[in-house]
């Protein structure tokens, strides 16, 4: 099995505290921001940063599913981390300054274990293509929500 990886990245406007805490904010902001690809959102625990229990059910693509239930930790200032309990999925978002005062630069990076054979080859050549769709989605929406 090898590792697949996604990573998606944008500036978004907002100070990287403010962005950071509308990213934490599990209860009220995070399920505005996800597109038709999730059902099932529910916060079993905690709803702000770290020690939030989340669910959601995420349509990568029409025949693939995923039962997410993931932990969320903050190990570093700027950086949330979901890690699924269901697979291997971990999910890490930054917020670091942007490229001018007021911005701020937003990356998703997910890295699961893929597939191996020939199936694996077409997860590692297009999963990551489709969640960084799905992630940039998401960021034009933190975007436009920032901008108020």
């Known amino acids: 099995m090898a590792q697949v990886e996604a990573t998606t990245q944008q500036e978004v ?3 990287p505290d403010e962005v950071f805490a509308a990213l ?3 209860r ?3 399920p505005e921001l996800l597109p038709g690809h999730f059902s099932e959102y529910e916060v079993r ?3 702000e940063g770290a020690g939030t229990l989340v669910h959601w059910k995420l349509q990568a693509t029409s025949k693939r599913v995923r039962d997410c239930l993931l932990d969320v930790t903050e190990p570093t200032e ?3 981390v979901e890690t699924d309990r269901n697979s ?3 999910t890490t978002w930054r917020v670091t300054p942007g490229t001018a005062e007021g911005i701020s630069r937003v990356t998703a990076n ?3 274990n893929g597939a191996g054979g020939v199936g694996g080859f077409f997860e590692r050549t297009f999963a990551p293509k489709g969640l960084n769709r799905i992630y940039g989605d998401i960021l034009d929406r933190l975007a436009a ?3 108020g």
């Open 28 to 30: 009220t902001t995070r």
């Open 78 to 80: 700027g950086e949330l």
């Open 45 to 47: 625990e905690g709803g």
């Open 88 to 90: 291997t999925m971990v």
């Open 145 to 147: 929500r920032m901008r």
């Open 13 to 15: 406007p907002g100070a």
């Open 24 to 26: 934490a904010d599990y």
């Open 110 to 112: 997910t890295v699961w």
